[in-house]
Protein backbone atom coordinates (compact mmCIF):
# COMPACT_ATOMS: atom_id res chain seq x y z
CA UNK A 1 0.00 0.00 0.00
CA UNK A 2 2.38 2.61 1.11
CA UNK A 3 6.06 2.03 -0.42
CA UNK A 4 6.62 5.63 0.29
CA UNK A 5 5.33 9.32 0.46
CA UNK A 6 5.90 10.51 -3.27
CA UNK A 7 7.95 13.86 -3.75
CA UNK A 8 5.50 16.61 -4.24
CA UNK A 9 6.41 19.94 -6.43
CA UNK A 10 3.70 22.41 -6.63
CA UNK A 11 1.39 23.07 -9.42
CA UNK A 12 0.91 26.55 -10.24
CA UNK A 13 -1.71 28.66 -9.95
CA UNK A 14 -4.39 27.72 -12.90
CA UNK A 15 -6.35 30.26 -14.52
CA UNK A 16 -9.48 27.52 -14.87
CA UNK A 17 -10.84 24.68 -12.87
CA UNK A 18 -10.95 21.36 -14.41
CA UNK A 19 -14.81 20.53 -13.14
CA UNK A 20 -14.74 22.80 -16.53
CA UNK A 21 -13.27 20.32 -18.76
CA UNK A 22 -15.36 18.59 -21.03
CA UNK A 23 -17.33 15.58 -19.84
CA UNK A 24 -18.50 16.36 -16.32
CA UNK A 25 -21.69 16.95 -17.67
CA UNK A 26 -23.51 13.49 -16.75
CA UNK A 27 -25.46 14.17 -19.73
CA UNK A 28 -22.99 13.20 -21.91
CA UNK A 29 -20.67 10.81 -19.71
CA UNK A 30 -20.08 7.91 -21.67
CA UNK A 31 -23.60 6.92 -22.62
CA UNK A 32 -24.48 6.89 -18.90
CA UNK A 33 -27.50 7.90 -17.76
CA UNK A 34 -28.44 8.47 -14.35
CA UNK A 35 -31.93 7.05 -14.71
CA UNK A 36 -30.62 4.47 -17.23
CA UNK A 37 -27.90 1.51 -17.60
CA UNK A 38 -24.14 1.82 -17.11
CA UNK A 39 -22.06 1.68 -19.62
CA UNK A 40 -18.24 2.93 -21.06
CA UNK A 41 -15.12 2.70 -19.71
CA UNK A 42 -14.36 3.56 -15.60
CA UNK A 43 -10.09 4.00 -15.66
CA UNK A 44 -8.95 3.12 -12.14
CA UNK A 45 -5.19 4.18 -11.14
CA UNK A 46 -4.75 2.02 -8.04
CA UNK A 47 -1.12 2.62 -6.42
CA UNK A 48 -1.20 -0.58 -4.18
CA UNK A 49 2.05 -3.06 -3.69
CA UNK A 50 2.88 -4.74 -6.54
CA UNK A 51 3.03 -8.25 -6.19
CA UNK A 52 0.85 -8.28 -3.21
CA UNK A 53 -2.07 -5.95 -2.78
CA UNK A 54 -2.32 -5.02 -6.64
CA UNK A 55 -3.42 -8.75 -7.49
CA UNK A 56 -6.45 -8.33 -5.23
CA UNK A 57 -7.16 -4.56 -6.45
CA UNK A 58 -7.11 -5.56 -9.80
CA UNK A 59 -9.41 -8.65 -9.71
CA UNK A 60 -12.32 -7.15 -7.37
CA UNK A 61 -12.11 -3.82 -9.33
CA UNK A 62 -12.88 -5.60 -13.07
CA UNK A 63 -15.51 -7.88 -11.02
CA UNK A 64 -17.50 -4.80 -10.89
CA UNK A 65 -18.75 -5.59 -14.36
CA UNK A 66 -20.33 -8.54 -12.87
CA UNK A 67 -22.85 -5.85 -11.67
CA UNK A 68 -22.81 -4.07 -14.70
CA UNK A 69 -21.93 -5.77 -17.71
CA UNK A 70 -21.86 -2.60 -20.22
CA UNK A 71 -18.89 -0.93 -18.34
CA UNK A 72 -15.62 -1.89 -19.09
CA UNK A 73 -12.82 -1.43 -15.90
CA UNK A 74 -9.71 -0.18 -17.28
CA UNK A 75 -7.24 -0.84 -14.29
CA UNK A 76 -3.37 0.80 -14.41
CA UNK A 77 -1.56 0.08 -10.96
CA UNK A 78 0.70 3.64 -10.88
CA UNK A 79 3.31 3.62 -8.45
CA UNK A 80 2.68 5.10 -5.32
CA UNK A 81 5.83 7.55 -5.57
CA UNK A 82 4.50 8.90 -8.84
CA UNK A 83 0.68 8.74 -8.69
CA UNK A 84 0.42 12.26 -6.49
CA UNK A 85 2.29 14.50 -9.62
CA UNK A 86 1.16 12.44 -12.55
CA UNK A 87 -2.25 13.07 -11.75
CA UNK A 88 -1.52 16.67 -11.76
CA UNK A 89 0.02 16.59 -14.34
CA UNK A 90 -2.85 14.40 -16.38
CA UNK A 91 -5.34 17.00 -15.13
CA UNK A 92 -3.59 19.77 -15.31
CA UNK A 93 -3.04 19.57 -19.19
CA UNK A 94 -7.10 17.58 -19.30
CA UNK A 95 -5.84 15.06 -20.73
CA UNK A 96 -4.81 11.02 -19.66
CA UNK A 97 -5.86 11.48 -16.02
CA UNK A 98 -7.97 8.41 -14.96
CA UNK A 99 -12.18 8.61 -14.10
CA UNK A 100 -11.42 7.69 -10.89
CA UNK A 101 -8.03 7.39 -8.66
CA UNK A 102 -6.40 5.90 -5.18
CA UNK A 103 -5.58 9.00 -3.33
CA UNK A 104 -3.59 8.94 -0.68
CA UNK A 105 -5.44 10.40 2.61
CA UNK A 106 -3.16 13.83 2.17
CA UNK A 107 -3.35 14.26 -1.64
CA UNK A 108 -7.03 14.80 -1.27
CA UNK A 109 -7.68 17.70 -0.40
CA UNK A 110 -5.21 19.26 -2.66
CA UNK A 111 -6.51 17.86 -5.93
CA UNK A 112 -9.99 19.09 -4.60
CA UNK A 113 -8.49 22.76 -3.89
CA UNK A 114 -7.10 22.72 -7.41
CA UNK A 115 -10.52 21.97 -8.67
CA UNK A 116 -9.04 18.43 -9.73
CA UNK A 117 -11.95 16.15 -8.22
CA UNK A 118 -15.99 16.36 -9.04
CA UNK A 119 -17.63 16.50 -5.66
CA UNK A 120 -19.31 13.15 -4.11
CA UNK A 121 -22.28 15.17 -2.17
CA UNK A 122 -25.89 13.74 -2.99
CA UNK A 123 -23.91 10.94 -5.39
CA UNK A 124 -24.25 7.53 -5.33
CA UNK A 125 -20.82 7.63 -3.99
CA UNK A 126 -21.23 8.40 -0.45
CA UNK A 127 -23.97 5.55 -0.10
CA UNK A 128 -24.44 4.57 3.73
CA UNK A 129 -22.20 7.56 4.53
CA UNK A 130 -22.81 7.48 7.89
CA UNK A 131 -21.28 4.03 8.22
CA UNK A 132 -17.85 5.46 7.65
CA UNK A 133 -15.40 5.97 10.71
CA UNK A 134 -15.44 9.72 11.50
CA UNK A 135 -11.72 9.85 11.79
CA UNK A 136 -11.86 8.34 7.96
CA UNK A 137 -14.04 10.84 6.64
CA UNK A 138 -11.69 13.50 7.77
CA UNK A 139 -9.56 13.37 5.29
CA UNK A 140 -12.06 13.88 2.85
CA UNK A 141 -13.97 17.13 2.62
CA UNK A 142 -12.32 20.15 1.40
CA UNK A 143 -14.25 23.50 1.71
CA UNK A 144 -17.20 21.88 3.38
CA UNK A 145 -17.70 19.45 0.60
CA UNK A 146 -17.03 15.71 -0.30
CA UNK A 147 -14.46 15.08 -2.51
CA UNK A 148 -13.61 11.34 -1.87
CA UNK A 149 -15.12 8.38 -0.05
CA UNK A 150 -12.33 6.23 2.22
CA UNK A 151 -11.28 3.08 1.40
CA UNK A 152 -9.08 2.03 3.98
CA UNK A 153 -7.49 3.38 7.00
CA UNK A 154 -4.02 2.56 8.63
CA UNK A 155 -1.43 3.45 11.37
CA UNK A 156 2.01 2.25 12.22
CA UNK A 157 3.80 -0.75 14.52
CA UNK A 158 6.56 -2.31 15.30
CA UNK A 159 6.96 -5.82 13.45
CA UNK A 160 8.87 -8.13 15.09
CA UNK A 161 10.03 -11.67 15.13
CA UNK A 162 9.42 -13.72 17.78
CA UNK A 163 12.14 -16.47 17.35
CA UNK A 164 14.81 -13.91 17.39
CA UNK A 165 13.21 -12.41 20.80
CA UNK A 166 12.86 -15.61 21.94
CA UNK A 167 16.66 -16.80 21.26
CA UNK A 168 17.77 -13.14 22.87
CA UNK A 169 15.26 -13.46 25.86
CA UNK A 170 13.66 -9.97 25.36
CA UNK A 171 10.68 -8.45 25.77
CA UNK A 172 8.63 -5.85 23.43
CA UNK A 173 9.80 -2.44 23.66
CA UNK A 174 7.30 -0.35 25.38
CA UNK A 175 9.61 3.00 25.28
CA UNK A 176 12.65 4.47 22.90
CA UNK A 177 14.85 3.44 25.85
CA UNK A 178 14.08 -0.04 25.98
CA UNK A 179 14.56 -0.17 22.25
CA UNK A 180 17.66 0.49 23.17
CA UNK A 181 18.76 -1.85 25.23
CA UNK A 182 16.42 -4.86 23.67
CA UNK A 183 18.54 -4.32 20.12
CA UNK A 184 21.50 -4.21 22.45
CA UNK A 185 21.43 -7.63 24.10
CA UNK A 186 19.69 -9.09 20.67
CA UNK A 187 22.95 -7.80 18.98
CA UNK A 188 25.04 -9.75 22.25
CA UNK A 189 22.89 -12.96 22.01
CA UNK A 190 22.43 -13.11 18.10
CA UNK A 191 24.11 -11.28 16.05
CA UNK A 192 21.37 -9.65 14.45
CA UNK A 193 20.42 -6.00 14.75
CA UNK A 194 17.71 -4.70 16.77
CA UNK A 195 15.77 -2.53 14.11
CA UNK A 196 15.88 -1.72 10.96
CA UNK A 197 14.98 2.21 10.31
CA UNK A 198 13.63 3.09 7.11
CA UNK A 199 15.55 6.67 6.19
CA UNK A 200 14.27 7.21 3.15
CA UNK A 201 10.69 8.13 4.03
CA UNK A 202 9.33 11.06 6.15
CA UNK A 203 6.29 9.03 7.01
CA UNK A 204 8.13 6.67 9.13
CA UNK A 205 10.17 9.74 10.93
CA UNK A 206 6.53 10.85 12.06
CA UNK A 207 6.13 7.90 15.03
CA UNK A 208 9.25 9.78 16.64
CA UNK A 209 7.92 13.03 16.22
CA UNK A 210 4.44 12.33 17.62
CA UNK A 211 6.30 9.94 20.75
CA UNK A 212 8.12 13.62 21.53
CA UNK A 213 4.65 15.38 21.70
CA UNK A 214 5.62 17.45 18.18
CA UNK A 215 3.74 17.65 15.10
CA UNK A 216 4.78 18.86 11.59
CA UNK A 217 2.35 22.20 11.91
CA UNK A 218 -0.83 23.49 14.29
CA UNK A 219 -3.39 23.80 11.21
CA UNK A 220 -6.15 26.03 13.96
CA UNK A 221 -3.07 28.38 14.95
CA UNK A 222 -1.78 28.63 11.43
CA UNK A 223 1.79 27.89 13.24
CA UNK A 224 4.76 25.97 12.00
CA UNK A 225 5.84 23.49 14.95
CA UNK A 226 8.29 21.08 13.96
CA UNK A 227 11.02 23.39 14.72
CA UNK A 228 10.34 23.42 17.93
CA UNK A 229 11.93 21.50 21.22
CA UNK A 230 10.12 18.35 20.00
CA UNK A 231 10.78 18.54 16.37
CA UNK A 232 14.49 18.54 17.40
CA UNK A 233 14.25 15.84 19.85
CA UNK A 234 12.56 13.14 17.69
CA UNK A 235 15.30 14.30 15.13
CA UNK A 236 18.39 13.63 17.95
CA UNK A 237 16.21 10.17 19.02
CA UNK A 238 16.25 8.72 15.45
CA UNK A 239 20.17 9.66 14.97
CA UNK A 240 20.97 7.84 18.17
CA UNK A 241 19.24 5.15 17.55
CA UNK A 242 21.37 4.82 14.45
CA UNK A 243 24.33 6.25 16.42
CA UNK A 244 24.50 4.02 19.06
CA UNK A 245 23.74 0.60 16.66
CA UNK A 246 20.67 -0.60 17.37
CA UNK A 247 19.05 0.39 14.40
CA UNK A 248 20.24 0.29 10.67
CA UNK A 249 19.05 2.32 7.81
CA UNK A 250 19.33 3.11 4.29
CA UNK A 251 19.13 6.63 2.53
CA UNK A 252 17.94 4.80 -0.64
CA UNK A 253 15.69 1.80 -1.85
CA UNK A 254 14.39 1.78 2.34
CA UNK A 255 11.24 0.05 1.51
CA UNK A 256 12.90 -3.11 -0.20
CA UNK A 257 16.17 -3.05 1.86
CA UNK A 258 14.24 -3.09 4.94
CA UNK A 259 11.61 -5.87 3.99
CA UNK A 260 13.98 -7.86 2.86
CA UNK A 261 16.11 -7.55 6.07
CA UNK A 262 13.47 -8.26 8.22
CA UNK A 263 11.48 -11.20 6.10
CA UNK A 264 14.94 -13.03 5.90
CA UNK A 265 15.98 -12.65 9.79
CA UNK A 266 18.63 -10.42 9.49
CA UNK A 267 17.00 -7.42 11.51
CA UNK A 268 14.50 -8.71 14.59
CA UNK A 269 12.33 -5.13 14.12
CA UNK A 270 11.09 -2.97 11.30
CA UNK A 271 8.15 -0.33 11.98
CA UNK A 272 5.95 -0.73 9.34
CA UNK A 273 1.65 -1.28 8.66
CA UNK A 274 -0.98 -3.11 7.76
CA UNK A 275 0.14 -2.82 4.33
CA UNK A 276 2.50 -4.56 4.54
CA UNK A 277 1.26 -7.89 6.15
CA UNK A 278 0.58 -9.60 3.14
CA UNK A 279 4.37 -9.27 2.08
CA UNK A 280 6.24 -10.25 4.72
CA UNK A 281 3.89 -13.07 5.12
CA UNK A 282 6.31 -13.93 1.80
CA UNK A 283 9.25 -13.98 3.97
CA UNK A 284 11.04 -17.20 4.70
CA UNK A 285 11.33 -16.38 8.36
CA UNK A 286 7.36 -16.24 8.63
CA UNK A 287 6.36 -19.31 6.97
CA UNK A 288 5.00 -19.79 9.85
CA UNK A 289 2.86 -16.87 10.39
CA UNK A 290 2.46 -17.09 14.31
CA UNK A 291 6.47 -16.03 13.91
CA UNK A 292 5.30 -12.31 13.22
CA UNK A 293 4.26 -10.34 16.26
CA UNK A 294 3.03 -6.88 16.01
CA UNK A 295 2.87 -4.05 19.55
CA UNK A 296 2.55 -0.54 19.49
CA UNK A 297 5.37 1.92 18.24
CA UNK A 298 7.84 2.36 21.44
CA UNK A 299 6.80 5.72 23.09
CA UNK A 300 9.17 8.89 23.55
CA UNK A 301 9.16 11.35 26.25
CA UNK A 302 5.94 12.23 25.56
CA UNK A 303 3.73 9.47 24.67
CA UNK A 304 3.61 6.78 22.09
CA UNK A 305 2.35 8.40 18.97
CA UNK A 306 1.87 7.11 15.35
CA UNK A 307 0.31 8.53 11.88
CA UNK A 308 -2.87 8.25 10.71
CA UNK A 309 -2.89 6.99 7.02
CA UNK A 310 -4.68 5.77 4.60
CA UNK A 311 -6.11 6.01 1.03
CA UNK A 312 -9.33 7.49 -0.05
CA UNK A 313 -11.19 6.84 -3.74
CA UNK A 314 -12.09 10.18 -5.38
CA UNK A 315 -13.80 10.64 -9.00
CA UNK A 316 -11.61 12.86 -11.38
CA UNK A 317 -13.77 16.11 -12.17
CA UNK A 318 -13.27 16.05 -15.53
CA UNK A 319 -14.12 12.72 -16.17
CA UNK A 320 -16.34 11.49 -19.07
CA UNK A 321 -17.97 8.59 -17.45
CA UNK A 322 -19.05 10.32 -14.18
CA UNK A 323 -22.19 8.31 -12.95
CA UNK A 324 -20.37 4.99 -14.20
CA UNK A 325 -17.40 6.02 -11.49
CA UNK A 326 -19.66 7.07 -9.18
CA UNK A 327 -20.89 3.71 -8.54
CA UNK A 328 -17.45 2.23 -9.04
CA UNK A 329 -16.54 4.65 -6.29
CA UNK A 330 -19.40 3.37 -4.03
CA UNK A 331 -18.80 -0.72 -5.37
CA UNK A 332 -15.21 -0.59 -4.33
CA UNK A 333 -15.54 0.92 -0.84
CA UNK A 334 -18.88 -0.85 -0.32
CA UNK A 335 -19.20 -3.53 2.96
CA UNK A 336 -19.33 -6.47 0.94
CA UNK A 337 -16.10 -5.75 -0.85
CA UNK A 338 -14.22 -4.06 2.13
CA UNK A 339 -14.71 -7.15 3.78
CA UNK A 340 -12.80 -9.22 1.10
CA UNK A 341 -10.18 -7.09 1.11
CA UNK A 342 -10.25 -7.24 4.67
CA UNK A 343 -10.20 -10.93 4.91
CA UNK A 344 -7.64 -11.30 1.82
CA UNK A 345 -4.99 -8.34 2.58
CA UNK A 346 -5.21 -7.44 6.49
CA UNK A 347 -5.80 -3.47 5.59
CA UNK A 348 -8.53 -2.09 7.75
CA UNK A 349 -11.66 -1.35 7.08
CA UNK A 350 -13.07 2.14 7.22
CA UNK A 351 -16.78 1.02 7.59
CA UNK A 352 -17.96 0.48 11.46
CA UNK A 353 -20.28 -2.41 10.00
CA UNK A 354 -17.31 -4.13 8.65
CA UNK A 355 -15.51 -4.92 12.11
CA UNK A 356 -18.25 -7.17 13.00
CA UNK A 357 -18.08 -9.60 9.95
CA UNK A 358 -16.77 -12.74 11.36
CA UNK A 359 -13.98 -12.88 8.74
CA UNK A 360 -12.38 -9.29 9.59
CA UNK A 361 -13.56 -9.80 13.78
CA UNK A 362 -11.13 -13.12 13.84
CA UNK A 363 -8.47 -11.48 12.19
CA UNK A 364 -5.62 -11.11 14.20
CA UNK A 365 -4.14 -8.16 12.27
CA UNK A 366 -6.82 -5.96 11.71
CA UNK A 367 -8.10 -6.49 14.93
CA UNK A 368 -4.32 -5.32 16.51
CA UNK A 369 -4.14 -2.01 14.27
CA UNK A 370 -8.02 -1.27 14.84
CA UNK A 371 -6.99 -0.31 18.19
CA UNK A 372 -3.68 1.87 16.80
CA UNK A 373 -5.62 3.53 14.13
CA UNK A 374 -8.59 4.93 16.79
CA UNK A 375 -5.84 6.49 18.58
CA UNK A 376 -3.33 8.26 15.98
CA UNK A 377 -2.45 11.40 15.39
CA UNK A 378 -3.91 12.97 12.39
CA UNK A 379 -2.36 14.88 10.26
CA UNK A 380 -3.54 18.25 9.21
CA UNK A 381 -5.93 17.86 6.38
CA UNK A 382 -4.80 21.37 4.19
CA UNK A 383 -4.22 21.29 0.70
CA UNK A 384 -0.63 21.88 1.05
CA UNK A 385 -0.76 18.48 3.79
CA UNK A 386 1.11 16.38 1.11
CA UNK A 387 3.83 19.04 0.50
CA UNK A 388 5.06 19.06 3.62
CA UNK A 389 6.68 15.55 3.79
CA UNK A 390 9.16 16.59 0.90
CA UNK A 391 11.61 19.11 3.51
CA UNK A 392 11.14 16.75 6.02
CA UNK A 393 12.05 13.84 3.55
CA UNK A 394 15.48 15.76 2.76
CA UNK A 395 16.68 16.63 6.40
CA UNK A 396 15.80 13.36 8.07
CA UNK A 397 17.92 11.87 5.83
CA UNK A 398 20.79 14.28 6.32
CA UNK A 399 20.42 13.85 9.97
CA UNK A 400 20.29 10.24 10.04
CA UNK A 401 23.73 9.96 7.65
CA UNK A 402 25.48 12.17 9.91
CA UNK A 403 25.35 15.52 6.57
CA UNK A 404 23.91 17.74 9.33
CA UNK A 405 22.86 18.13 12.61
CA UNK A 406 19.30 17.80 14.62
CA UNK A 407 19.41 21.75 15.24
CA UNK A 408 19.99 22.51 11.85
CA UNK A 409 17.85 19.99 9.60
CA UNK A 410 14.70 21.05 12.63
CA UNK A 411 15.43 24.58 11.29
CA UNK A 412 15.79 23.47 7.81
CA UNK A 413 12.20 22.16 7.77
CA UNK A 414 10.27 24.93 9.03
CA UNK A 415 11.82 27.07 6.70
CA UNK A 416 10.77 25.48 3.95
CA UNK A 417 7.56 25.31 5.64
CA UNK A 418 7.02 28.87 5.99
CA UNK A 419 8.09 29.19 2.17
CA UNK A 420 5.36 27.22 1.70
CA UNK A 421 2.23 28.22 3.84
CA UNK A 422 2.11 31.66 2.99
CA UNK A 423 1.37 34.21 6.37
CA UNK A 424 2.05 31.15 8.63
CA UNK A 425 4.22 31.77 11.78
Known amino acids: MRRGIAATTLVAALGVTLAACGGSDSGSNGGSKSSGELSGTVTWWDTSTVGSEDKVFKKVAEEFTKLHPKV ?6 VPFGEAQNKFK ?3 QSGSGAPDVIRSEVAWTPDFASLGY ?5 GTPALKDSGD ?3 QATASTKFNGKTYAVPQVIDSMGIFY ?3 IFKEAGVQVPKTIDELKSVSAKIKQKTGKTGLYLRGDDPYWFLSFLYGEGGDMVDAEKKTVTIDNAQGVKALATVKD ?5 AAITDATNGWDNMQAAFKDGKVAMMINGPWAVTDTYAGKEFADKANLGIAPVPAGSGGQGAPQGGHNLAVYAGSKNLDASYAFTEYMTSVETQTRISKELSLLPTRESVYIKP ?4 NEMIMFFKPVVDKAVERPWIPEGGSLFEPIKVEYTKVLTGQTTPEAGAKAIGDSYRKLLKDWK
Request: glycine letters at 0%; hydrophobic letters at 45%.
Open 72 to 77: TVKYVN
Open 89 to 91: NAA
Open 117 to 121: LAPLD
Open 132 to 134: FLK
Open 161 to 163: NKK
Open 241 to 245: LVDSK
Open 359 to 362: DVAT
